[in-house]
């Protein structure tokens, strides 16, 4: 089973509308979570880093909860854009030297 | 800033040859990570750097992989002997004295055939 499980694997939705990304953990000790997005043929870019004490976390229409008793993660995004078209990256530090890896999410924005 | 920079963008290989791929970290930043991504297996971490020093290599996958970092300003991955299921994406990032964000550069795309 892997140990960081991202859902849904893919998703549409049409622009303007809302959407929301779950990534969940059962790695420890807990250091930090990231959210990446990943556009097609470039690298991952951060959006979120999110600490054992930080519940939400926002960058721009981007925000990101943490609930690190259940290790469950969201990332929210309003009011999509045809450029939110991407992968989307869960990824748990532990320990402070290593990194666990979802399998991602690829969100197409329709107009 | 540049950014990462990662040579080359491409690279097609045959089968046994030796490949090496190179990244120049953000100037100033002290960690360097290289990562493999391919669509079966996703994003994976290789080995990561600290003040030039392999702190964690666990994610190399065998012996035929290897990475250096001679200095703050240069690090190279090397397959040797390449095979065709080293074919993926490779991707360096960095990141700054006790910072947790890192940066990607644009990936070298390796083919082995």
């Known amino acids: 089973k892997n140990q960081v499980e991202q859902s849904p694997q893919s998703l549409i939705i049409l622009e303007g509308k809302n959407c929301t990304l779950q990534?969940?953990?059962?790695?420890?000790?807990?250091?930090?979570l990231r959210w990446y997005k990943q556009d097609t043929g470039r690298g991952p870019v951060s959006l979120t880093i999110m600490t054992f004490s930080e519940n939400t976390k926002s960058n721009g229409r981007y925000t990101a909860t943490l609930d690190a008793d259940t290790k469950q993660s969201s990332l929210h995004i309003t009011a999509s854009q045809l450029s939110d078209s991407a992968s989307y990256i869960c990824?748990?530090?532990?320990?402070?030297?290593?990194?666990?890896f979802g399998s991602g999410t690829k969100l197409n924005v329709k107009p | 800033d540049a950014g990462v920079i990662q040579s080359p963008r491409h690279e097609v290989t045959e089968m046994g040859q030796e490949v090496t791929l190179r990244c120049k970290p953000i100037?100033?930043?002290?960690?360097l990570f290289w990562y493999r991504q391919t669509m079966m297996r996703g994003l994976e971490l290789l080995i990561y750097f600290n003040n030039n020093v392999p702190i964690d290599d666990s994610g190399m996958p065998e012996d035929r992989f290897s990475a250096k970092m001679p200095n703050a300003s240069f690090s190279t991955l090397k397959i040797q002997p390449s095979e065709p299921r080293d074919s993926a994406v490779y991707f360096c990032?960095?990141?700054?004295?006790?910072?947790?964000?890192?940066?990607f550069g644009p990936g070298t795309r390796l083919t082995v055939t």
């Open positions: 990032a960095s990141s700054g004295q006790g910072a947790y964000e890192q940066y």
């Open positions: 990534c969940n953990y059962t790695v420890s000790p807990f250091s930090n």
């Open positions: 100037s100033g930043h002290n960690s």
């Open positions: 990824v748990v530090e532990v320990n402070f030297n290593k990194f666990y």
